[in-house]
């Protein structure tokens, strides 16, 4: 040792060390606090750990179980359809073309599903699968937002909440859209919290792979750019994202290029002419009641007074989750044609903003944590309750993608067993005719159909005359269905005037567990 340094070891006249039962104390004390810091924070993990157990499992239960319970519907009788079609399947090659109205990412992932036979089920399992996958990216959405509190009680509501359920439930095209637009929100989360725009054109590939499920969550790419206009720096350099929107774009532009290259370029753009000319088929009231109410009411008034509430501690994490949201909900009420489940990617935002809220509330006092744990409670059993119902009773639904078709599977399976191959038949409407199509392998013709190719689908073909179709022996069967005649009385009523006509014997009627009527078949003689 030096000299100096043996200088500066010494202690001085000056200085004044406290007793030793003082100095003891305070290191106590020390070791005290140090250790209910390390306590503290232990036990809230384990809380959040067991909340997102709860909601994995729960979310796994509500998705699986009593999948099969009810056939195909229209929507996945048509995607199933045509991923049958992609793998080369002679049932289904002659009914359902392989260029339709949107992107074949889905269809393409399930087509070995496909290839053989006519199963129904397993395209559902790889939505469910996509449903799953989507609750744990809303809980690292959470988490990365707030914390691991909010990510677990988010992911919990997601995993119950009705709406996501019963579209995870179907090979639906927005299922997947959703979990690849979530996995696009949470990379701008994390970008914005590093503030590293480098991360922007992943987030980018995300929402392209999200659009090539389904075209409209390029919108999500405007909700993007409003985020980083509101004054957040992660934008710069411009290089990062202007890259993004190339990437975003680029990954959209390559169903239709790939489409024009293999000679589709005319049916694509006919199922284009017939998108933007589609009529209005709901009122403006129709999203924040029916799609609202399946979202969960409570859910969402806990989201929106969490907002107001809590107004003063808004920062760019609530502006990064409401940009998701207003703006594809804004430009889907202004957009004529409205759909059940268009709106599915905003469900995840929509779950963080109400688990933040609760979070909130829970730590403003005991009293109010009280309340804020029977709040969380409160939702959950609000969006479980309807979720189990759909499971237990699964019933038909006027809306594409809200459920099943009861009935038209045990139809379909009869008419594959006891037609003759060329048979063709009548339905009310094209629903019934898809469903029909998949399941029995004969073609079916809607009566609602519009002549005018303006307002039909272009993979329908409309029965211009069906007094002389029938007549002539084109058609051999007609079928009633409850869903269909639901939705159309007049059709419905046509049908049945031309069952009389030609003096139509019912062979198979299909019936629910109370009796009632679902489904009946008439052969028809000229």
Not at 497 to 513: K, Q
């Amino acid at each position: 040792m030096t000299e100096q340094a043996a200088r500066a070891a010494q202690p001085r006249a000056g200085d004044r060390r406290p007793p030793a039962p003082v100095l003891a104390g305070s290191i106590s004390r020390t070791m005290a606090r140090i250790a209910g810091r390390r306590h503290q924070p232990h036990r809230r993990p384990q809380l959040s750990t067991v909340v997102l157990i709860v909601a994995l499992a729960s979310g796994a239960a509500l998705r699986l179980i009593g999948l099969g319970a009810v056939g195909l519907n229209s929507d996945e009788a048509v995607y199933a359809g045509q991923a049958a079609s992609l793998s080369g399947n002679p049932h289904f090659t002659p009914l359902f073309p392989i260029v339709r109205a949107h992107p074949l990412l889905v269809q393409v992932l399930i087509s070995p599903l496909y290839s053989s036979g006519v199963p129904d089920q397993a395209g559902r399992y790889v939505a469910a699968a996509f449903g799953m996958g989507t609750i744990a990216l809303v809980h690292v959405l959470g988490r990365t937002l707030y914390d691991a509190r909010v990510g677990a009680l988010a992911a919990l509501f997601l995993a119950v909440m009705p709406y996501h359920v019963v579209i995870s439930r179907q090979i639906m095209l927005d299922g997947p859209m959703t979990f690849f637009a979530t996995a696009a929100l949470t990379t701008f989360a994390v970008a914005a919290r590093r503030s590293d725009g480098r991360l922007l054109p992943a987030a980018g590939i995300l929402l392209g792979l999200a659009a090539l499920c389904k075209e409209p969550a390029v919108i999500l790419l405007g909700a993007g750019f409003a985020f980083l206009a509101l004054g957040m720096r992660v934008w710069r350099p411009v290089r990062y994202p202007i890259a993004a929107a190339a990437l975003t774009l680029a990954c959209t532009m390559t169903y239709p290029v790939l489409t024009s290259v293999s000679g589709g370029a005319r049916g694509g753009q006919s199922y284009l002419v017939w998108q933007l000319s589609r009529p209005p088929n709901h009122s403006l009231s129709f999203y924040p009641v029916t799609v609202g109410g399946s979202i969960g009411a409570l859910l969402l008034v806990t989201a929106g007074a969490g907002l107001v509430l809590f107004r003063r501690r808004l920062s760019w994490r609530e502006t990064l989750l409401l940009c998701w949201v207003l703006v594809p909900l804004a430009y889907f009420e202004i957009w004529p044609t409205k759909g059940f489940a268009y709106l599915v990617p905003l469900a995840p935002p929509f779950a963080v903003l109400a688990a933040v809220a609760v979070a909130r509330i829970s730590r403003a006092g005991r009293v109010r944590a009280v309340g804020g744990r029977l709040l969380a409670v409160a939702c959950v059993v609000t969006l479980v309750v309807p979720s189990i119902a759909g499971i237990v009773s699964p019933t038909a639904s006027g809306l594409a993608g809200a459920g099943g078709l009861p009935g038209g599977r045990e139809a379909g399976r009869w008419i594959a067993g006891h037609t003759a191959p060329g048979t063709q038949l009548i339905t009310i409407g094209p629903s019934m005719a898809n469903v029909l199509q998949f399941y029995g392998g004969r073609r079916a013709d809607g009566l609602s159909v519009s002549p005018n190719p303006l307002h039909r689908n272009p993979s329908y073909i409309p029965i211009r005359n069906a007094d002389h179709a029938l007549r002539s022996g084109q058609y051999q069967y007609i079928v009633w269905d409850r869903f269909s005649a639901g939705r159309s009385a007049h059709f419905a009523a046509r049908a049945m005037e031309l069952v009389r006509r030609f003096h139509g014997i019912p062979v198979l009627t299909e019936r629910s567990a109370d009796g009632r009527r679902l489904v009946t078949i008439y052969q028809v003689t000229p």
